[in-house]
């Protein structure tokens, strides 16, 4: 008799296992985040001098605010 009990529980032991397969189970999917690329335009190159100068006028910082064009000249 408990030979059969034994044979029976192995029985349903094996059985479960087929309900268990890994086949059967939900995946796991590996998400990559990417991080977003961004384009930066780079500052145009200007010139030293006042603000309201136009990008191709040259000017010379005189010191407290003023400024001196540079064909201007000094005369000494």
Do not use: N
């Not at 397969?21 to 990559?32: E, G, I, L, N, Q």
């Not at 006042?50 to 005369?75: F, S």
């Amino acid at each position: 008799m408990l030979r059969i009990i034994v044979a029976a529980v192995v029985a349903f032991s094996f059985a479960s296992l087929d309900s268990a397969d890994a086949a059967s189970k939900r995946k796991r999917k590996k998400v990559r985040h990417i991080a977003p690329i961004t384009v930066v335009p780079a500052p145009h190159a200007r010139t030293p001098g006042p603000l309201w100068a136009a990008p191709g006028e040259c000017y010379t910082d005189e010191g407290y605010g003023r400024y001196l064009p540079c064909g201007a000249g000094m005369d000494m």
